[in-house]
């Protein structure tokens, strides 16, 4: 039984992994990878990924489809909650003032913390809500592409 469980999360964990990157995601999983891409100059957004339903059913969709707005994050990377747990552990200290929370998502400006989408902003909305939320976001704290 054990192993079919293993099985499984490790099937989900690479679907997840999958789709963010797809759409247009840089996967980080190292301290020193989150480091160097959250200390990059322009505008960041971070999405912290995980292998909850609101994951999978709300902030993935919603991150691949908030890319596709005329202002918009000069980057966008994602760290995996309960995976690469150093990588996580290190794009949350740049998100000063916020508890960890998963599925998230943070954006940054030249390093620093501007703004988040937390979990109790994600779950029990649609993608379209939280597409909504993160353009807010960017049309405020981007430059138009």
Sequence with gaps: MSMDFNF???DVVTQARNEITAAGYKELRTPEEVEEALEQKGTTL????SVCGCAGGIARPAAAHALHYDKRP???VTVFAGQDKEATEKARSYFTGYPPSSPSFALLKDGKIVSMVERHQIEGYDPATVVARLQKEFEENCEEL
């Design 46 to 49: 971070v999405m912290i990924n």
């Design 8 to 10: 499984f999360m490790n």
């Design 74 to 76: 000069d980057h966008f």
